[in-house]
């Protein structure tokens, strides 16, 4: 049981973005990706969750077992894949709470209507593990929050759909250190071995606060480099310069 | 994933679930009338109209005159759509009617007359939340009644006729008066061949809890319902009035030519909201006004779904002092439809203020238009217009136009206007369908979002079928 | 300066080639054909229609210059007509430049002129006058710039004798990568005579250009002044035109502004100043005919005691011409209790991914405002005054050009001197 991408190549607009790239990120395991800019990290994301931009032209991608590239956007979705937006979309006019409960009903059989009350008491609850304001729920999704409030928005909405793989998109960008710690606390709070996570991120700082089992180095839209907790700290150290020669030599 | 034309391309099947929504009025009844004026207009038509309703003498000459102005009037395609001229006015029929008094009870309605209401949910919903009913069906009234108490209290709710005929001294000094005849050709052409509508006065100081309500059904092919609604509200009373129409879907266009005027008597607030969903050959053209006394409010709240083409541009004279005016408006013009809305804003008096809002909708091949009047003349102070009027594009071949003018005169004054257009954006879709919601429901999300300030407007009976309809739209304009 | 007049007056009639002289003869039919605008002209709405019928009208070439306006620009090429009829040059044009009178250029460029010259004008409510106009107009002026061209161009039309009409026109061409500033000034030769001006300016902005072009009309408060001024912009091009509306008694101004190439922006500006007696009528249309094309508007009126603005705008975007980012923005400043403003903003968007907003406001100098310079010790007349000017100067500022916004605030300055 598993997320696994095998050899995936992915243009925009005729650009070869991904470039053979393969990883296997079993439940229960957390994976980080690091990566210099325009690495392809976030193409990753965008090419797993189903973006129309983004075109695959070789490779596969199966969740449990069930290919990926068959299912629609919302479809992925409901299968159990998330993931969390680097820069989350507004959605004038709509409030947090029917949102979620929009997205909760959609997975629900036809014809059965979800638990109002039962819902209600649910997300307060993992509002509060995020320090979340109970007005925040009548506030429109993402529309004028700070980068803080849409980064733990993203964290509510992966709590409340529980879903089986997370995809967490450069989650620690523009984020305070409190917030950070809140947002770990969110992400680490939903860690089992029922549920797999790729962390994608720029800095070896978020995983002091979200601890990876394995960490991937990617450039130039493959993964050139994998190891354990340590090599965080050593790219923190020596950034991605040794990489290129590495790759060179 | 997104709203790419190829994507809803409109065949016959996405065609009849678009217009779905409309299927809940879409059904006739074979035509029992007793009295039809034939087909064509001319001043035989007016008087058999006349002797058929009884009218007094000075209506008859009212109607008279009033087919001169129409008969010389221009249409008004040097600005507006030249699908006006696709109205074969010798084709339609302007006067259908069995010839009965309207009923006071549901049971006494004709059965087909009565399913036609219960089919649309007109009786229970009077039973649940109205004060008050008319029911139109064709050229007349079928069902007019009123909550016990209200006749005690003074209030009249009768149609046009009787409001007339009976009521003469309170209706016959205003009639007319906010929208004169020559206003337009359809202000004219209501003129001379106007029926049933309603008449409603509220004394003063009196103040409806619960609002009271009219609906018009269109049930005959080729016919023109040309209703009359005259409201007084006199000085501290209150009302708030809505209106509701339906028709089913015929082989020829249909025309709805409607005239409404509101008189608000000092410190007197009316709240007129109307749910217009017409089949899709519907041509709609509506002049509604208000003139509000010494710090009197009018509000029009609208909302236009469906009609092959409906021009209504709702206004308020603002004649005292501190009076006040505002149009609130929801259009949504879906393939084949053209939405031409918006608000004439005539200040007359110090202190006034006036404040639109309107909204608009084009899915698909759909058009909406806004068109808008502020109107603020010499040595006036202190007068305030605010102006908004925002569009959602749903696919790249919609249309939408803006069209407001303002003129202002001294500068003693403040108005502001500003208009935006925008459509769903791919990342905002993407996102949702992202957290498992379907293309179609985060479209209708999407939307019922955009306006949501606005349906709040409404009450909430209102708001929820609203929001419904709005879902139905959406549905069928994703592939 | 020294101005050097032209040696020789030119020829009254002016040989055309053949090909513009059909263009000639077709606009002559094609102007006994049209109507006068009439009441019923929606392209007329609040304004004084019966100015444009121009039926009786007495229309001069050449006329008596009585002395040359001082210069507006340090260094710049100097152009100067008289009734349409150039009567001084100064400086000398770089090369890559071609800049003279329109039917030299005709003559010498022909070929060129044929291939670039944009349809008939009028689209906006003048139609007639566009056709009277190439019928009957017998020279102008043409400037093709083909460099980056660092010295700005200057025209003036000196518009002299009584009850006249003249015609002049202009013809802008911007060849690809090029850059260039042209100011063109409409000045009435004495405060008394009363001339109308019907004036046509043709913008060719080819591929990855830059150019400013500024209009001031500085006519004597007796003359009427009507221009239509047509913009087309190719790839990749900024275009910022403009102008500042402080004479007159009556200015009718159409811009049609077409951006039909993509990642091309369109700016178009105006300050207008119109005083007891003045009228100053402007329709504006922003025609997007390709994705990815910018265009922005902003109108700033300041009205004084009897002034009236009518301001009719409309961005339409095609069918097709998606990702287009349009904007108008209409702004009337009120002086007095006695002016009027008339504003009509109008969108047509039959594209999708669009982002396109109009806002238009009227509204006066605020107390606060006021209260705060006068806390600062300014006088409020005064105040009022510094607040009316920093509204117009910062349309001015958005022409990014050094000289032309000097020139620009000096005529404000000098309107607002005179109204005050």
Same mark, same amino acid.
């Given at each position: 049981?598993?997320?696994?991408?095998?050899?995936?190549?992915?243009?925009?607009?005729?650009?070869?973005?991904?470039?053979?790239?393969?990883?296997?990120?079993?439940?229960?395991?957390?994976?980080?990706?690091?990566?210099?800019?325009?690495?392809?990290?976030?193409?990753?994301?965008?090419?797993?969750?189903?973006?129309?931009?983004?075109?695959? &032209?070789?490779?596969?991608?199966?969740?449990?077992?069930?290919?990926?590239?068959?299912?629609?956007?919302?479809?992925?979705?409901?299968?159990?894949?998330?993931?969390?937006?680097?820069?989350?979309?507004?959605?004038?006019?709509?409030?947090?709470?029917?949102?979620?409960?929009?997205?909760?009903?959609?997975?629900?059989?036809?014809?059965?209507?979800?638990?109002?009350?039962?819902?209600?008491?649910?997300?307060?609850?993992?509002?509060?593990?995020?320090?979340?304001?109970?007005?925040? &729920?009548?506030?429109?999704?993402?529309?004028?929050?700070?980068?803080?409030?849409?980064?733990?928005?993203?964290?509510?909405?992966?709590?409340?759909?529980?879903?089986?793989?997370?995809?967490?998109?450069?989650?620690?960008?523009?984020?305070?250190?409190?917030?950070?710690?809140?947002?770990?606390?969110?992400?680490?709070?939903?860690?089992?071995?029922?549920?797999?996570?790729?962390?994608? &991120?720029?800095?070896?700082?978020?995983?002091?606060?979200?601890?990876?089992?394995?960490?991937?180095?990617?450039?130039?839209?493959?993964?050139?480099?994998?190891?354990?907790?340590?090599?965080?700290?050593?790219?923190?150290?020596?950034?991605?310069?040794?990489?290129?020669?590495?790759?060179?030599? | 994933?997104?709203?790419?034309?190829?994507?809803?391309?409109?065949?016959?099947?996405?065609?009849?679930?678009?217009?779905?929504?409309?299927?809940?009025? @879409?059904?006739?009844?074979?035509?029992?009338?007793?009295?039809?004026?034939?087909?064509?207009?001319?001043?035989?038509?007016?008087?058999?109209?006349? @002797?058929?309703?009884?009218?007094? @003498?000075?209506?008859?000459?009212?109607?008279?005159?009033?087919?001169?102005?129409?008969?010389?009037?221009?249409?008004?395609?040097?600005?507006?759509?030249?699908?006006?001229?696709?109205?074969?006015?010798?084709?339609?029929?302007?006067?259908?009617?069995?010839?009965?008094?309207?009923?006071?009870? *549901?049971?006494?309605?004709?059965?087909?007359?009565?399913?036609?209401?219960?089919?649309?949910?007109?009786?229970?919903?009077?039973?649940?939340?109205?004060?008050?009913?008319?029911?139109?069906?064709?050229?007349?009234?079928?069902?007019?009644?009123?909550?016990?108490?209200?006749?005690?209290?003074?209030?009249?709710?009768?149609?046009?006729?009787?409001?007339?005929?009976?009521?003469?001294?309170?209706?016959?000094?205003?009639?007319?008066?906010?929208?004169?005849?020559?206003?337009?050709?359809?202000?004219?052409?209501?003129?001379?061949?106007?029926?049933?509508?309603?008449?409603?006065?509220?004394?003063?100081?009196?103040?409806?809890?619960?609002?009271?309500?009219?609906?018009?059904?269109?049930?005959?092919?080729?016919?023109?319902?040309?209703?009359?609604?005259?409201?007084?509200?006199?000085?501290?009373?209150?009302?708030?009035?809505?209106?509701?129409?339906?028709?089913?879907?015929?082989?020829?266009?249909?025309?709805?030519?409607?005239?409404?005027?509101?008189?608000?008597?000092?410190?007197?607030?009316?709240?007129?909201?109307?749910?217009?969903?017409?089949?899709?050959?519907?041509?709609?053209?509506?002049?509604?006004?208000?003139?509000?006394?010494?710090?009197?409010?009018?509000? *029009?709240?609208?909302?236009?779904?469906?009609?092959?083409?409906?021009?209504?541009?709702?206004?308020?004279?603002?004649?005292?002092?501190?009076?006040?005016?505002?149009?609130?408006?929801?259009?949504?013009?879906?393939?084949?439809?053209?939405? @031409?809305?918006?608000?004439?804003?005539?200040?007359?008096?110090?202190?006034?203020?006036?404040?639109?809002?309107?909204?608009?909708?084009?899915?698909?091949?759909?058009?909406?238009?806004?068109?808008?009047?502020?109107?603020?003349?010499?040595?006036?102070?202190?007068?305030?217009?605010?102006?908004?009027?925002?569009?959602?594009?749903?696919?790249?071949?919609?249309?939408?136009?803006?069209?407001?003018?303002?003129?202002?005169?001294?500068?003693?004054?403040?108005?502001?206007?500003?208009?935006?257009?925008?459509?769903?954006?791919?990342?905002?879709?993407?996102?949702?369908?992202?957290?498992?919601?379907?293309?179609?429901?985060?479209?209708?999300?999407?939307?019922?979002?955009?306006?949501?300030?606005?349906?709040?407007?409404?009450?909430?009976?209102?708001?929820?079928?609203?929001?419904?309809?709005?879902?139905?739209?959406?549905?069928?304009?994703?592939? | %300066?020294?101005?050097?007049?032209?040696?020789?007056?030119?020829?009254?009639?002016?040989?055309?080639?053949?090909?513009?002289?059909?263009?000639?003869?077709?606009?002559?039919?094609?102007?006994?054909?049209?109507?006068?605008?009439? $009441?019923?002209?929606?392209?007329?709405?609040?304004?004084?229609?019966?100015?444009?019928?121009?039926?009786?009208?007495?229309?001069?070439?050449?006329?008596?210059?009585?002395?040359?306006?001082?210069?507006?620009?340090?260094?710049?090429?100097?152009?100067?007509?008289?009734?349409?009829?150039?009567?001084?040059?100064?400086?000398?044009?770089?090369?890559g430049v071609?800049?003279?009178?329109?039917?030299?250029?005709?003559?010498?460029?022909?070929?060129?002129?044929?291939?670039?010259?944009?349809?008939?004008?009028?689209?906006?409510?003048?139609?007639?006058?566009?056709?009277?106009? $190439?019928?009957?107009?017998?020279?102008?002026?043409?400037?093709?710039i083909g460099i980056d061209c660092q010295q700005p161009?200057?025209?003036?039309?000196?518009?002299?004798?009584?009850?006249?009409?003249?015609?002049?026109?202009?013809?802008?061409?911007g060849m690809p990568g090029s850059k260039g500033i042209v100011?063109?000034?409409?000045?009435?030769?004495?405060?008394?005579?009363?001339?109308?001006?019907?004036?046509?300016?043709?913008?060719?902005a %080819?591929?990855d250009c830059e150019l400013r072009?500024?209009?001031?009309?500085?006519?004597?408060?007796?003359?009427?002044?009507? $221009?239509?001024?047509?913009?087309?912009?190719?790839?990749?091009t900024r275009t910022k035109?403009?102008?500042?509306?402080?004479?007159?008694?009556?200015?009718?101004?159409?811009?049609?502004?077409?951006?039909?190439?993509?990642?091309?922006?369109?700016?178009?500006?105006?300050?207008?100043?119109?005083?007891?007696?003045?009228?100053?009528?402007? $329709?504006?249309?922003?025609?997007?005919?390709?994705?990815?094309?910018?265009?922005?508007?902003?109108?700033?009126?300041?009205?004084?005691?009897?002034?009236?603005?009518?301001?009719?705008?409309?961005?339409?975007?095609?069918?097709?011409?998606?990702?287009?980012?349009?904007?108008?923005?209409?702004?009337?400043?009120? %002086?007095?209790?006695?002016?009027?403003?008339?504003? %009509?903003?109008?969108?047509?968007?039959?594209?999708?991914?669009?982002?396109?907003?109009?806002?238009?406001?009227?509204?006066?100098?605020?107390?606060?405002?006021?209260?705060?310079?006068?806390?600062?010790?300014?006088?409020?007349?005064?105040?009022?005054?510094?607040?009316?000017?920093?509204?117009?100067?910062?349309?001015?500022?958005?022409?990014?050009d050094?000289?032309?916004?000097?020139?620009?605030?000096?005529?404000?300055?000098?309107?607002?001197?005179?109204?005050?």
């Amino acid at each position: 049981m598993s997320l696994l991408i095998e050899n995936l190549h992915a243009n925009v607009d005729g650009t070869e973005i991904l470039k053979g790239l393969s990883l296997e990120i079993p439940k229960g395991e957390v994976h980080a990706i690091m990566g210099p800019n325009g690495s392809g990290k976030s193409t990753l994301s965008k090419v797993l969750a189903g973006h129309d931009d983004y075109e695959v &032209t070789a490779g596969s991608a199966t969740m449990d077992g069930e290919n990926l590239f068959d299912l629609e956007v919302d479809e992925r979705s409901r299968a159990g894949l998330f993931l969390a937006f680097q820069y989350p979309a507004e959605v004038p006019g709509v409030s947090n709470a029917n949102f979620l409960r929009a997205a909760r009903q959609a997975r629900l059989p036809k014809g059965e209507e979800i638990d109002a009350v039962k819902f209600y008491h649910e997300m307060y609850e993992k509002m509060d593990v995020l320090e979340m304001d109970r007005k925040f &729920t009548a506030r429109a999704v993402n529309e004028g929050f700070s980068g803080g409030e849409k980064k733990r928005n993203e964290i509510l909405q992966m709590m409340m759909l529980a879903p089986k793989y997370c995809l967490l998109d450069e989650t620690d960008s523009g984020l305070d250190i409190d917030a950070l710690k809140v947002v770990a606390k969110g992400v680490n709070a939903m860690r089992s071995p029922d549920r797999g996570f790729l962390v994608i &991120t720029h800095y070896q700082r978020l995983l002091d606060y979200i601890e990876p089992d394995y960490v991937h180095v990617m450039s130039d839209g493959k993964i050139v480099k994998s190891g354990d907790k340590s090599l965080a700290l050593e790219l923190e150290e020596n950034g991605y310069d040794f990489l290129k020669e590495e790759v060179a030599a | 994933m997104s709203y790419d034309a190829e994507v809803i391309e409109t065949d016959a099947d996405t065609a009849e679930a678009i217009d779905i929504d409309r299927s809940k009025g @879409d059904f006739t009844f074979p035509e029992n009338h007793k009295f039809d004026a034939g087909v064509g207009l001319n001043k035989g038509t007016i008087d058999y109209i006349c @002797d058929v309703k009884k009218d007094a @003498d000075w209506i008859r000459e009212f109607r008279h005159r009033a087919l001169e102005v129409f008969e010389s009037k221009p249409m008004p395609t040097n600005w507006a759509t030249h699908d006006l001229d696709n109205i074969d006015f010798d084709k339609i029929r302007y006067y259908l009617s069995d010839g009965q008094a309207p009923k006071r009870s *549901w049971d006494d309605v004709p059965p087909e007359v009565l399913e036609t209401f219960e089919r649309l949910g007109v009786p229970q919903s009077e039973r649940a939340f109205l004060a008050g009913v008319e029911a139109q069906y064709d050229s007349e009234a079928a069902y007019s009644n009123m909550k016990e108490g209200l006749e005690k209290e003074g209030v009249i709710f009768v149609n046009s006729k009787e409001g007339l005929n009976e009521h003469e001294e309170i209706f016959r000094p205003w009639f007319g008066k906010v929208i004169p005849t020559g206003d337009n050709k359809f202000s004219a052409l209501n003129s001379a061949v106007f029926s049933g509508g309603s008449f409603i006065y509220v004394p003063k100081g009196v103040k409806l809890k619960q609002p009271l309500q009219a609906y018009f059904r269109i049930n005959s092919e080729n016919f023109g319902q040309f209703e009359r609604t005259l409201i007084i509200v006199d000085e501290d009373a209150e009302l708030t009035y809505m209106e509701g129409c339906t028709a089913p879907k015929f082989e020829t266009a249909t025309l709805h030519s409607a005239v409404v005027e509101i008189v608000a008597l000092k410190n007197a607030k009316v709240q007129y909201i109307t749910v217009q969903n017409w089949s899709s050959n519907v041509f709609n053209l509506v002049t509604k006004r208000g003139m509000a006394h010494e710090g009197a409010e009018i509000r *029009w709240i609208d909302c236009n779904i469906g009609s092959r083409l409906t021009m209504k541009y709702p206004g308020v004279v603002m004649k005292g002092e501190g009076a006040r005016g505002e149009v609130i408006s929801i259009a949504l013009a879906n393939d084949g439809q053209h939405q @031409d809305t918006g608000a004439k804003m005539i200040h007359a008096a110090n202190n006034t203020t006036s404040n639109v809002v309107s909204k608009s909708i084009s899915v698909g091949e759909g058009r909406s238009t806004y068109r808008g009047q502020v109107h603020i003349p010499k040595h006036l102070k202190g007068c305030k217009n605010n102006t908004e009027c925002d569009a959602l594009l749903i696919n790249s071949k919609s249309r939408t136009d803006t069209y407001p003018a303002i003129t202002v005169r001294g500068n003693d004054h403040v108005t502001q206007h500003e208009a935006s257009v925008s459509q769903v954006s791919e990342e905002m879709l993407f996102y949702m369908q992202q957290r498992g919601i379907g293309e179609a429901e985060a479209m209708s999300l999407a939307v019922n979002g955009f306006i949501n300030d606005l349906v709040r407007e409404f009450p909430m009976e209102y708001s929820v079928e609203l929001k419904r309809l709005i879902e139905l739209e959406m549905e069928g304009s994703v592939g | %300066m020294s101005a050097v007049l032209a040696e020789e007056k030119a020829q009254v009639s002016v040989n055309f080639p053949d090909w513009y002289e059909k263009l000639r003869s077709e606009a002559e039919a094609k102007y006994a054909e049209l109507a006068w605008p009439t $009441r019923k002209d929606e392209n007329w709405r609040f304004g004084s229609y019966k100015n444009a019928n121009l039926a009786e009208a007495n229309i001069v070439h050449g006329g008596e210059a009585n002395g040359l306006p001082e210069p507006a620009l340090e260094n710049a090429i100097r152009f100067v007509f008289c009734n349409n009829e150039l009567v001084a040059t100064e400086g000398t044009i770089p090369e890559g430049v071609v800049a003279g009178p329109f039917a030299d250029i005709l003559r010498d460029h022909g070929d060129c002129i044929e291939s670039l010259l944009p349809p008939l004008q009028g689209r906006l409510g003048s139609p007639k006058l566009a056709a009277l106009h $190439r019928a009957k107009s017998q020279g102008g002026f043409a400037i093709n710039i083909g460099i980056d061209c660092q010295q700005p161009i200057e025209i003036v039309h000196l518009a002299s004798g009584n009850e006249v009409t003249t015609l002049p026109y202009i013809l802008i061409v911007g060849m690809p990568g090029s850059k260039g500033i042209v100011l063109e000034r409409f000045v009435s030769a004495n405060e008394t005579d009363v001339a109308t001006v019907v004036s046509v300016s043709d913008l060719v902005a %080819m591929d990855d250009c830059e150019l400013r072009y500024l209009v001031s009309q500085e006519l004597n408060e007796k003359s009427h002044f009507i $221009r239509l001024a047509d913009s087309k912009l190719g790839k990749n091009t900024r275009t910022k035109t403009g102008s500042i509306h402080t004479g007159s008694a009556w200015a009718r101004e159409e811009t049609y502004s077409t951006v039909d190439g993509a990642e091309s922006n369109s700016e178009i500006l105006s300050v207008a100043i119109p005083d007891t007696g003045q009228e100053y009528d402007q $329709r504006t249309f922003q025609h997007h005919g390709a994705p990815h094309t910018g265009s922005d508007l902003l109108f700033k009126n300041t009205l004084f005691g009897k002034g009236k603005t009518v301001f009719s705008g409309l961005i339409f975007v095609d069918e097709g011409a998606h990702y287009t980012d349009a904007y108008q923005t209409c702004r009337n400043l009120f %002086m007095s209790d006695e002016a009027e403003a008339n504003s %009509m903003p109008g969108l047509e968007i039959n594209a999708d991914q669009v982002k396109c907003s109009h806002g238009s406001t009227s509204s006066r100098v605020s107390d606060e405002e006021i209260y705060y310079l006068c806390s600062r010790g300014i006088d409020p007349r005064s105040a009022r005054r510094m607040i009316a000017q920093g509204f117009s100067a910062d349309v001015v500022e958005k022409f990014e050009d050094e000289a032309l916004e000097a020139f620009a605030l000096t005529r404000i300055d000098a309107k607002f001197a005179k109204v005050d």
